[in-house]
């Protein structure tokens, strides 16, 4: 069962399986036309991957940019079997806002950002809570990618180079996790005129401030993926 209310930002679309005090973990997505691109769909590849390592106690927040290619309404419901909100968002595209909110809105212990051309395996998110409860202050995983033709970059040989060389790559910060607990800290990493005004941003601010409070985690997971796509339709200015 929906419900329906007005926030800060326009209509949010609620569907709790169970109280939000029980949720474990919360996923955060923003998105805007990501759903269908150029016939290919990458957010509906997102949530079947999560729907599978996800446990019973876990939600999905989407802040959605007013998307023209898939109405979220009309699948993610049916796609996703767990606790639920869709947040409409207006105004110029911001991912950084867009992740940020959703993470302002998180029930669960553990809040995952990720980006909706993303594909995860098995196991990733027990994985990452492994590392945020051994010491962790935060996680920021490394992605591989899949390119046009399906081969996946970069190969075992050139990731070990990387690591031989102490060279984590430049991957983006855009995916990353922390316990809900260290939410007001790292909230206070950045500002409303930086997520509201920027494409992105907030994430490298909050790797740094991560880091300074304790040891972030960084590194690659196989199987955690980068969907390549072609920019055509997938933000506006």
Same mark, same amino acid.
């Given at each position: 069962m929906w419900s329906k209310s007005l926030g800060p930002k326009g209509g949010n679309y609620l569907r709790y399986n169970d109280s939000p005090l029980n949720i474990k973990v919360s996923y955060c997505v923003t998105v805007y036309n990501r759903s269908l691109l150029k016939g290919r769909e990458y957010l509906p590849r997102l949530v079947e991957t999560l729907r599978e390592d996800s446990p019973a106690e876990s939600e999905l927040i989407v802040t959605d940019w007013q998307s023209t290619d898939l109405p979220l309404l009309n699948w993610l419901p049916q796609a996703w079997d767990k606790s639920l909100q869709i947040i409409e968002m207006d105004g110029k595209f911001s991912a950084a806002w867009g992740r940020t909110t959703a993470c302002e809105r998180a029930n669960g @212990? &553990?809040?995952?950002?990720? #980006?909706?051309?993303?594909?995860?395996?098995?196991? !990733?998110?027990?994985?990452?809570?492994?590392?945020?409860?051994?010491?962790?202050?935060?996680?920021?995983?490394?992605?591989?990618?899949?390119?046009?033709?399906?081969?996946?970059?970069?190969?075992?040989?050139?990731?070990? @180079? &990387?690591?031989?060389?102490? #060279?984590?790559?430049?991957?983006?910060?855009?995916? !990353?996790?922390?316990?809900?607990?260290?939410?007001?800290?790292?909230?206070m990493a950045y500002g409303d005129s930086l997520t509201r005004t920027s494409w992105g941003g907030e994430d490298h601010e909050i790797f740094w401030v991560s880091c300074a409070l304790g040891d972030c985690w960084r590194d690659w997971i196989p199987g955690f993926i980068h969907q390549w796509h072609s920019k055509e339709g997938s933000f506006y200015g």
């Open positions: @212990n &553990f809040v995952f950002a990720l #980006d909706a051309d993303m594909l995860v395996p098995k196991g !990733y998110t027990k994985t990452i809570i492994g590392y945020l409860k051994g010491g962790y202050k935060t996680a920021f995983p490394l992605y591989y990618i899949e390119e046009s033709d399906g081969v996946i970059s970069p190969s075992p040989e050139q990731v070990a @180079n &990387f690591k031989k060389n102490n #060279d984590p790559a430049n991957r983006g910060h855009g995916n !990353y996790a922390f316990p809900k607990t260290l939410w007001p800290k790292l909230r």
